[in-house]
């Protein structure tokens, strides 16, 4: 985990500097447990790329979306939101 | 032996330095090594190896292999051959039980074969089952590298830097320096690395050289530590430039661990860089062009070249060292014998790639060559030289070839070992390698990888290129872990009355980052003077957030379960926060300053995840609301106990009889002159007030208050006194009684949730909860033990809770505290037991409410 993330204030800075704040976006329905507790308890675990937020902690503190590969952590773009683009 | 000063040597003999080997003193030129003094020294047996205390010497003088392994001013395993001389080191050899030249281990060399093969510490000794304590202990002591003593050496830790360039040069060889050059003149930033200390006084225009230096890694985002001198830089480069050659593979023969066999680099770097004969008969296996040219160079460093063999013909010859007092003495070649000190031996050279393998690059196998090489480089990163594979080829690895052949010197694992190991189902090549150990001691591979890689493919049938190669990791070369790890950083904080503590005599005691007074002294008189006095408590840690705007209060009745439209201007109310699953984080108080503005406090550890919850949530929902986190620019302190109302009158000119300033009032005023706020609370359950004023007046205001509070006996209150006056009255320090686990219906604050009041952070699954009830209860309780926090309570002799918080009440005697009791356990008078450990036991019952002033009165009135 040392790859850079573009913070849509201050540029590109290393990852330490933010902190994770889970993935956003298409949750499957659930199938072991009712929408509320799948919401709660079971990220999606996705090999690939997935929208995310990340809070510039040590930054702009700003709440940020990024969309990275998880396989590679390539990030193809960040946005100054909290939502899924 | 020190030759006549040469053209280009890396000594100066001009300045002469001394160190100390083993207590005796050894004489060195500025620019030698440790290693390099040692051999112009005499000294042939550098260390023994790890499994079967073989001497072994100076093999590569390139820092690649583990021949010359000792501890240098306490340092364990420095590869003495590329640490320069400063002068009055302090060198110890180790891994030895006797000496160097004598080590009665050595009988494990002699009669280990049959009883001590690969992996024989996996069955030794597991049954019976008592042996192994011991059998443990004598293997520990018998093997290892070194030993990390005491003292400052253990106490190591380097400095971290951190770098941007743009391009980083790893390796200062030609094709390296070629191309830090290249880019320099393109403008560019350029950091040059190199491990040898040669390079040390390379100087290329606009080219940064860190020399000796070694690129531990290539890490995501491009990122290389670079361990230096005691330092580590982390540097970050937007392009990397990998040089780092090839390396000299060892010829596999009986004996090619011997001291007096070395490869040819080490033979240029002895006569090239120190000056130095390596030995006077010398015989020359050669592989390649740099062994021709070794040959050459011993010639002319007066070595008698008694027999040069050109390995490159068809046959390979069968080749067998012999030794005398545990140095070379002579080889056998097919059954020749020939007398030498010096045998000069390669398979060949292989591109040294793990670097670029880290980087994400591909490596295949090129049968022709016989050498792995690097393809499919990634974006950014370049490779130039022989690391590239140009001009590098290696020797097929012969079968069979002796008993004492080393693949891996530094693990001391054999040829065989490994075929035993592939005899024994380790067939895959990473799980040879964990039970072999093969490339995982200190050269990490940079000898063994090919070979053994070479010697699996055989015994398994499947080709090289089919069982590939061992993922390439960091580091790529030993490195002390308190240089990885850092120096240690003390994230401390402190409050702005830190030294007003510490001149009261203060004994101070960590929360979270937080160091603060535990007590100043007598806890007991602490708690007293709260109860029948007054004290004074800095809750300058606790976290303040000020919240305004439009939707100030729609954001607060979203945040908090309990409702906050309700509360009004100059009030404070209580508040939990809660997550999106309704367990508790955090607690605070919101206190109305205006119609859009509040000021909410949380607790010292708090306010960061509440902070950026409170940012997630107005982002959301685009609230128009904004929020300063002003923890450290207000400071806080807590005046509680009966005469507090007296004390806080003489230092402001805010109405504080009880009529004008009731509980759960809020006022702005100065205090001792400073504007302040003011609002009364009673968490440590006396009359109390809690003020917020400007951290630069911190200790104008704290000193004004101690003045004015003198008459009534005030006295400055710690940790210790807070947390056991907050319990008599049941109040939960979150973190102390809560866990990750813990909901506001668990802990009886159901009543505060406004479940009405449409959404709020975690009201779904709070409801959730709430229909079905909650599984368990924390409650007070009374006992007639003292139980430590964490003890476990017993409900019918099995295990139904735990005490969180316990103490002797200073008010009733008694021992109170704090337990998650199951759910229906949760009745005033409900009995169970405490474990107290080694059978004890101790009486308990539940106790709901307050223990001190169940109804409020002293704390209200």
Redesign the interface.
């Known amino acids: 985990m040392s790859f850079l993330i573009p913070c849509p204030h201050c540029g590109e800075r290393p990852q330490p500097e933010f902190a994770y704040g889970g993935n956003i976006g298409d949750d499957p329905p659930g199938t072991m447990l009712d929408p509320l507790s799948e919401d709660l308890y079971f990220n999606d675990n996705v090999a690939g790329e997935q929208f995310e937020r990340w809070f510039h902690r040590f930054g702009c503190e700003r709440w940020l979306v990024l969309r990275r590969d998880t396989r590679t952590n390539e990030i193809a773009e960040s946005w100054d939101r909290v939502t899924a683009p | 032996m020190r030759l006549p000063a040469r053209d280009g040597e890396a000594i100066d003999r001009t300045q002469t330095r001394t160190f100390t080997f083993d207590g005796k003193q050894v004489e060195a030129y500025a620019g030698d090594t440790i290693g390099s003094a040692l051999y112009a020294d005499g000294r042939r047996i550098f260390t023994r190896s790890f499994k079967y205390h073989r001497p072994r010497g100076l093999s590569c003088a390139a820092g690649n292999c583990a021949g010359c392994l000792m501890e240098v001013d306490g340092e364990p395993s420095v590869k003495v051959c590329t640490r320069p001389v400063e002068g009055g080191e302090v060198v110890r050899s180790q891994t030895i039980s006797g000496s160097l030249e004598r080590d009665p281990m050595r009988v494990v060399d002699h009669v280990g074969g049959p009883v001590t093969p690969v992996g024989f510490y996996y069955r030794l000794g597991i049954r019976p089952k008592v042996a192994w304590p011991h059998i443990e202990r004598m293997l520990r002591r018998m093997t290892g590298l070194g030993r990390v003593g005491e003292g400052p050496a253990k106490e190591r830790r380097s400095d971290v830097e951190n770098r941007q360039i743009d391009v980083l040069v790893i390796g200062a060889g030609r094709s390296g320096q070629e191309a830090a050059a290249r880019h320099a003149a393109e403008g560019k930033g350029v950091i040059l690395v190199d491990e040898r200390a040669e390079y040390a006084s390379l100087a290329i225009e606009g080219v940064e050289v860190i020399a000796p230096g070694t690129a531990l890694g290539v ?3 491009k ?1 290389v530590p670079v361990h230096a001198d005691g330092l580590l830089y982390r540097v ?1 480069a937007k392009k990397i430039v990998v040089a780092t050659g090839a390396i000299d593979q060892p010829l596999l023969f009986d004996g090619n661990d011997l001291p007096g066999v070395m490869t040819p680099s080490a033979v240029h770097r002895l006569v090239g860089l120190w000056s130095i004969r390596p030995g006077v008969r010398a015989v020359v296996l050669a592989a390649d062009e740099a062994a021709d040219q070794a040959a050459e160079l011993l010639r002319e460093a007066g070595t008698l070249v008694v027999e040069t063999i050109d390995l490159r013909a068809a046959r390979q010859p069968r080749v067998k060292a012999s030794a005398k007092r545990g140095v070379l003495a002579a080889v056998e070649i097919d059954g020749r014998k020939i007398a030498c000190d010096l045998l000069v031996a390669s398979a060949g050279r292989q591109p040294a790639y793990s670097l670029l393998a880290q980087s994400g690059a591909g490596v295949t196998y090129d049968a022709e060559k016989g050498i792995f090489a690097p393809d499919q480089l990634v974006e950014g990163i370049e490779a130039v030289g022989s690391v590239t594979g140009d001009g590098a080829a290696v020797l097929a690895t012969p079968e069979g070839a002796g008993r004492r052949a080393f693949v891996c010197p530094c693990e001391d694992v054999t040829a065989k070992d490994l075929v035993r190991a592939v005899g024994e189902g380790f067939e895959d090549i990473e799980i040879a390698k964990r039970y072999t150990t093969v490339t995982m001691g200190p050269c990490q591979g940079r000898l063994c990888h090919l070979h053994s890689v070479r010697a699996l493919a055989r015994a398994t049938g499947v080709g090289e290129e089919a069982l590939g190669t061992t993922t390439a990791r960091p580091p790529w070369q030993p490195t002390p872990l308190g240089d990885v790890g850092g120096r240690r950083l003390n994230p401390g904080k402190r409050t702005a009355l830190h030294d007003v503590h510490k001149r009261a005599g203060a004994s101070y005691v960590w929360t979270g980052v937080w160091r603060r007074p535990d007590h100043y002294g007598d806890a007991a008189a602490e708690i007293r003077a709260v109860h029948e006095g007054v004290g004074l408590m800095d809750v300058s840690t606790l976290g303040k957030l000020y919240v305004s705007g439009p939707d100030a209060e729609a954001f607060l009745d979203g945040v908090f379960p309990n409702r906050i439209s309700t509360l009004k201007i100059d009030r404070v109310r209580y508040g939990i926060f809660n997550t ?2 309704g367990r508790i984080i955090d607690d605070g108080t919101i206190i109305r300053v205006g119609e859009n503005d509040y000021l909410v406090t949380t607790s010292s550890g708090g306010v ?1 995840q509440v ?2 919850a409170f ?2 949530w107005i ?2 929902r685009e609230l128009r609301v904004d929020i300063v986190n002003v923890s450290g620019a207000l400071s806080a302190v807590s005046l509680s106990g009966p005469r507090a109302r007296e004390v806080l009158a003489r230092v402001t000119d805010v109405d504080v009889t009880g009529e004008a300033f009731k509980f759960l009032d809020v006022r702005q005023g100065p205090v001792a002159g400073m504007p302040a706020l003011l609002m009364r609370i009673g968490f440590l359950g006396e009359l109390g007030y809690e003020i917020h004023f400007p951290s630069a007046s911190a200790e104008h205001v704290w000193d004004a208050l101690m003045a004015a509070g003198a008459e009534f006996g005030i006295v400055p209150l710690g940790v210790e006194a807070l947390k056991a006056l907050r319990l008599e009255k049941g109040h939960i320090i979150v973190g102390i009684d809560t866990d990750s686990e813990t909901t506001m219906l668990e802990c009886g604050m159901g009543p505060m949730i406004a479940w009405d009041k449409g959404e709020f952070i975690g009201n ?2 709070l409801g ?1 909860i709430n229909e079905r009830g909650a599984d368990r209860a924390l409650v007070g309780f009374v006992a007639d033990a003292l139980p430590n926090e964490g003890t476990a309570i017993l409900v019918g002799g099995e295990v139904g809770g735990r005490v969180t918080s316990a103490r002797r009440s200073a008010v009733s005697g008694q021992v109170i505290g704090l337990a998650y009791v199951p759910a229906d356990l949760g009745e005033e008078g409900a009995a169970f037991e405490l474990d107290l450990g080694e059978g004890r036991r101790g009486a308990a019952k539940v106790h709901i409410g307050a223990f001190y002033d169940p109804d409020g009165e002293r704390m209200r009135g």
């Open positions: 890490y995501e985002g990122l970050r999106e699953s960061d902070y950026e940012l997630l982002a959301e779904e699954a959730r």
